[in-house]
């Protein structure tokens, strides 16, 4: 009963040890500073790492996050829509009214406003 469920676990496992050997082997093997200095999006890094982040970055980063879910959500329930149509529409209704209040929630935060 259990067999699929260790394979996919042991997949997983031989893929992720398989990317760290792959890595080690043709990985760059000289370290300097300027390998080793952060580096993200063509910009050096500024500042320290402890710094404040805005409650903007926040509140979208958690909007991503809400409509990342809601995709999650609708992929299975429109593979299985033929089963049970009414309790599955009936379900997509109450989730995105859920949704609907969450994003009335950031449009009235002002999340959305170009500053």
């Known amino acids: 009963m259990y067999e699929?469920?260790?394979?996919?676990f042991l997949a997983?496992?031989?893929?992720?040890?398989?990317?760290?050997?792959?890595g080690?082997?043709?990985g760059p093997k000289r370290t300097t500073d300027d390998l080793l200095e952060a580096y993200?999006?063509?910009?050096?890094?500024?500042?320290?790492?402890?710094e404040r982040f805005p409650v903007h970055f926040y509140l979208v980063a958690m909007l991503f996050i809400v409509f990342d879910i809601e995709t999650a959500f609708f992929?299975?329930?429109?593979?299985?829509?033929?089963?049970?149509?009414?309790?599955?529409?009936?379900?997509?209704?109450?989730?995105?009214?859920?949704?609907?209040?969450?994003?009335v929630y950031v449009l009235r935060k002002g999340v959305l406003r170009w500053k």
């Open 75 to 103: 992929f299975p329930l429109a593979v299985r829509f033929g089963m049970a149509p009414q309790f599955l529409f009936v379900q997509a209704i109450l989730f995105v009214a859920i949704l609907g209040v969450a994003y």
């Open 4 to 8: 699929n469920l260790l394979m996919m």
């Open 12 to 22: 997983a496992g031989f893929i992720a040890a398989a990317a760290l050997v792959v």
């Open 24 to 26: 080690a082997l043709l």
């Open 40 to 50: 993200e999006s063509g910009i050096p890094a500024t500042g320290t790492a402890r």
